[in-house]
């Protein structure tokens, strides 16, 4: 996907505006602004404490900015609980895995699809038809993305039993499950290896691609984000230090100071 093709239509998907946080008296954020175009890689990056995922978890409504607004599709999502986040295509991961360990792969990824449903526990207990009809839907889907992953052979294995590679692999599945327009990945490299780590950014770009999913990634691992990223925004202290295409970014002096070292490293 070209930059002329990411740059279509005047309107962002997500609009992150002049967002603060604050703890007690601690600046957790300080009126950082960004968007997102629909297609991107965007990559947000920064040393511990700069406010990554304190913004990550505004955009999943895990906390409340103090001020400053976040629209997707031009509407904010700052009135919705975090529990209806899904419905509006905002999927995530965590940095510390967190799915449910004595549930099967399957069932963990079937509860990321149930969020897409609308039954109720009154047409549930009942069996209606088109509820039944919904399970089925829903179960070729899960088995599809299952399928996607490579996570067929594991289905049926209890998820606290597997490496942490396939975990995060079974997590993804369950965030692609609700059918995101946006997907947050949280240090989707975080205890994976060299070869697991280049694995992922090609996974990323997949899904990208093949199913048209906008995708903002919180990593530490440099060479993932500026391998696959379309676009940068770096944070220090809360605030946004730099923006703009990986190469931009990383030649940028502050960025260069902050985090990643002098360019001869």
Not at 2 to 27: E, M, W
Not at 53 to 71: A, K
Not at 100 to 115: E, M, Q, T, W
């Amino acid at each position: 996907m070209t930059q002329a093709q990411l740059a279509q239509g005047n309107n962002p998907l997500l609009a992150v505006r002049d967002v603060s946080v604050v703890f007690g008296g601690i600046i957790a954020l300080n009126g950082v602004s960004f968007d997102m175009r629909q297609g991107q890689i965007l990559g947000l990056i920064g040393p511990n404490g700069a406010g990554k995922t304190t913004l990550f978890n505004c955009l999943s409504r895990l906390y409340q900015p103090s001020s400053g607004d976040i629209l997707m599709e031009g509407q904010s999502i700052l009135t919705r609980p975090p529990h209806r986040i899904a419905e509006i295509g905002i999927g995530r991961t965590f940095q510390n895995v967190a799915l449910f360990p004595n549930l099967s792969v399957i069932d963990n990824v079937r509860v990321g699809a149930h969020s897409r449903t609308s039954s109720d526990i009154v047409s549930d207990s009942l069996r209606l038809a088109w509820v039944r009809r919904g399970e089925s839907d829903m179960n070729e889907k899960v088995h599809g993305i299952l399928g996607y992953l490579d996570l067929e052979d594991v289905a049926h294995t209890v998820v606290s039993g597997l490496p942490f590679g396939t975990q995060k692999r079974v997590e993804l599945a369950r965030a692609l499950a609700a059918d995101p327009k946006i997907l947050l990945l949280d240090e989707p490299a975080g205890g994976l290896n060299h070869e697991e780590v280049y694995v992922l950014g090609d996974l990323i770009r997949k899904i990208r691609d093949d199913r048209h999913i906008t995708v903002l990634l919180v990593e530490h691992h440099m060479g993932l984000v500026m391998s696959i990223a379309d676009h940068v925004v770096a944070l220090n202290f809360g605030r946004k230090l730099a923006e703009g295409t990986p190469a931009q970014v990383q030649a940028d002096p502050d960025v260069i100071k902050a985090y990643l070292g002098s360019k001869d490293q």
